[in-house]
Every structure is written in structure tokens, then in C-alpha cells.
């Protein structure tokens, strides 16, 4: 029998949204034993963090680590900062240059903690939710990015050195959001526990408007099945027409 | 008259130690406005963090930021857990292998850290007082990793993808611990607010023992001159005599 002793240990990281959720459920099927790692910086959806645990008990985590990080280092974000978050926002506006919701080095520091948690764990795998078709705006969403810290992860641990280094692995960086709402289905990722919103109002409810929302509702437009949050449902088109 | 304004501006990781001091003078000698950056991660050598203090105030720094970082993160180093720190080795014994003082992952996350303050204040470059001759064994002190980190850096960031990426300066790289002691004397640094020690009493006095002490008593031997911090200056062949 496959127990979490004797199966290849994977850190994923868990941000409580749709595609962190789908990334660790592939993981899982592939056969890893999960450790789970959710960075909580101060960002104003702490729901976020409630529902990366409710997954981590769905998907048999080994073990399920929250991370505090001072959200002082990251100035500069509408995401940590009082910034408005866009809103109803087109696909052609929000692939046009760096979004406001850019937070500075964000993933080379999620990565640099799910490296230490790798190494610690003896982990030879980090899951990475990462995504460049709806997130083209983001330089450390990018291939090249992942690449560029897959070397950082071979030369700067003793694992890398040892000849064992950890691998960083994005299986939906070149999907489409309804692909990825596909292979979650397939699956059998509850959605319902998934948390996609910039901004959600003080309940935990998703606004409906920012550019993640919309994101995750033209995924399921595009699939032809309904978000089970229901919240998400909100119809674009007439918030579109509301908007100031 | 040059202002904190109208210079380039740079981060610089400051340990509280002597590589970092010396890294901090140099770049404050090259002309760049200083913001000083110091991770406390619950080693246990928290004297260090006042001595940054004290030398960033020395150094005219334009800010100097403390970030502390949960130590749990990283479980299996003496530095962080309750192991043995090595005693009386020689620089043979210091050199073989990777030290039970690695810390995983440690300068991945330090300077991530380091480049989301860099583009929080639009800085162009992180100093990094990372040295290859004495600290051989440790792989993220290593030309390539940082060549690497660098890359991350290039590609990972919104001042990366504006052509304005910001470059990793490691300049005590390939220095001898004489060689940085003598920059140093050269540019004035106030060595008696440097910190060298990984596994000081209670009092924070220097153990004069572990691999950190008898790097730098060796070097300032080398150099010829005292050490100004009296506890740093133990007799390392009567404390190898005395030892059990």
C-alpha cells in the first residue's frame, strides 16, 4: 500500500484559489505525497486561507503549513495596499501591460519559502499554479521566470548539490481557464471550496468584477457549467452596464 | 549637493556581521543611497539585529528595515534548530562538505526578499555581502547561484520587463577574510559593531570557537591587528587545547 512514507514528497503551493486547487489535485492523482504550503501576506482576502485548509484535508495532505509574511516588504500593490482594484475589465484590458495587482517579487518569494519547506521535508517536487495565458500581465507568471528559478533551486540547496534538486513544476502554465475548470472537473476538485477574488467584501464573498472574477466566470461560460460559488455567478454583462 | 534624492539607490542585505559591514561601506563609498535590509529568522544570535541598527546609523542609511521571518520555515540547521554548532575546525575540516550551519534556502529567500524592497523603492541594485573562499561549502554563497538569483531577478519583475532590472552586487566574492578586513580598515567601517559569531552566550560575547570565529580571528591575525571586539580575540590554539 502507498503510504506517505514510502511515496516522492511534493510541496504544492496553496493560495486557496481555482488553479492552486486543480494543480494540487494533479499532484495528487500523479501520486505525490502532498505538503502544503499557504503564504499568508496581509492580502485582504484571508478567506483565501480558511479554504486552502478545507482542500488540504480533501486532498490527504501529509501536512498543510500557513506562512506569515510581513505584508510591510510589499508596498506598492493594489492587492496590499489601499489601491482600487479594476474592475469590468475586458479581456483585451487586462492582457495589456503589468496589472496594478502585480505585488513586487511576490512569486520568488513564495517559491524561495516553498524551496526551504522542500528542503527541510526532503521534498523533490514544488507544484506551482502559476498560468500565462490569462495572467500574460505577470513577469513572474512566465516560463522564462520558472526556468530562470528552477536554476536557483539546483544551485543554491544542499539538494541541488546532492544531485537530487528540487523541481519546479506549473502543469497549467499554457492552459486556458476553461482547460483548467476541465481538468478540475475530471478531477473531481470542489470548486465550491475555491476562492478566485481580488476584493471580496468583508463576508468572504467575491465581488464579481475584478479581472480574477471575470477570469473565472468566462472559464465557466466557456466549459457550460455552473461556478458553485454562487457569488461568482455575478452576470458581466449587466454589472458591465451598472458600473459608473 | 547629492541627496538621498538624486542618487541611485540600493538595497543592502545587513546581517550584522563584518562581510556585510564592509559590503555596506562599499556601497556607500560608490555614491548609492542606502536602504538597509535585515532579516531576523529567530537564529539565535539576535544581537546581531542592534548591531545593524548601529551601523546603518553610521552609514547615513535612508531607511533601515528589519523583516522577520518565521523561523519554522526553516527546521534542519544548527543556526535555527537546537543542533551542536561545529567547534575548533580547521580551515580543512571548515572546507569539507556542505556545514550543519546551511540553512535551507536561506539567501533564496533573503535576497527575494531583498528584490520585492528593491521595486517597492525603485532601488537598482541589492549589495550582498555573500563571500566563495571561506565559506566554500555553503552552495547558495556561489558565483553561479547568484548568477542565477539574478536572472530571476531580471526576468521576474516589473523593473526587469521595464528594462530597468536590478542587478545582484556581490563584491567581497572572491576576497579572503584579510582582504575584506583590510577594505574595510580602508573605508573606515566600525568593526567593533560587527558581529561574527554563530552561537554567542546570553550576553551575546562571541563563542571564539565555531567556524564564523575562528574565520575572522584567523583573518585579523592574518592582517596583523587586533580585533576590536575583545571576545573576538580568544586564543583559538588554547581554547583547541582546553577543549574536551
Not at 514528497?9 to 493560495?15: C, N
Not at 475586458?90 to 524561495?112: D, M
Request: net charge neutral; glycine share 8%; hydrophobic share 40%.
Amino acid at each position: 500500500m502507498m503510504t506517505p512514507e514510502n511515496r516522492n514528497r511534493a510541496v504544492v503551493l496553496a493560495s486557496g484559489g481555482l488553479d492552486s486547487a486543480v494543480t494540487a489535485a494533479l499532484a495528487k492523482t500523479e501520486g505525490w505525497a502532498l505538503y502544503l504550503l499557504t503564504i499568508s501576506y496581509g492580502q485582504r482576502h484571508g478567506i483565501e486561507i480558511d479554504r486552502a485548509r478545507r482542500l488540504a484535508k480533501w486532498l490527504g495532505a501529509v501536512e498543510h503549513r500557513v506562512h506569515e509574511l510581513d505584508l510591510r516588504m510589499f508596498g506598492g500593490s493594489a492587492l496590499t495596499d489601499n489601491l482600487d482594484v479594476p474592475r469590468d475589465r475586458s479581456q483585451k484590458e487586462r492582457t495589456h501591460g503589468i496589472p496594478v495587482t502585480y505585488v513586487p517579487a511576490r512569486n520568488t518569494i513564495f517559491l524561495g519559502l516553498a524551496l526551504a519547506y522542500a528542503e527541510v521535508v526532503q521534498a523533490t517536487r514544488i507544484y506551482f499554479g502559476a498560468n500565462v495565458v490569462d495572467y500574460s500581465g505577470y513577469p513572474d507568471c512566465r516560463p522564462e521566470f520558472i526556468q530562470a528559478f528552477a536554476e536557483v533551486a539546483r544551485l543554491g540547496t544542499k539538494m541541488g548539490v546532492e544531485g537530487r534538486p528540487v523541481d519546479i513544476c506549473a502543469p497549467l502554465l499554457f492552459k486556458t481557464k476553461a482547460e483548467i475548470i476541465r481538468l478540475g472537473l475530471a478531477l473531481g476538485v470542489p470548486f465550491h471550496l475555491t476562492h478566485s477574488c481580488y476584493d471580496p467584501d468583508e463576508n468572504g464573498n467575491p465581488c464579481g468584477r475584478c479581472d480574477s472574477c471575470r477570469i473565472r466566470q468566462e472559464g465557466f461560460r466557456a466549459v457550460g457549467i455552473p461556478d458553485p460559488v454562487p457569488a461568482h455567478q455575478t452576470d458581466v454583462e449587466s454589472s458591465v452596464r451598472n458600473s459608473p
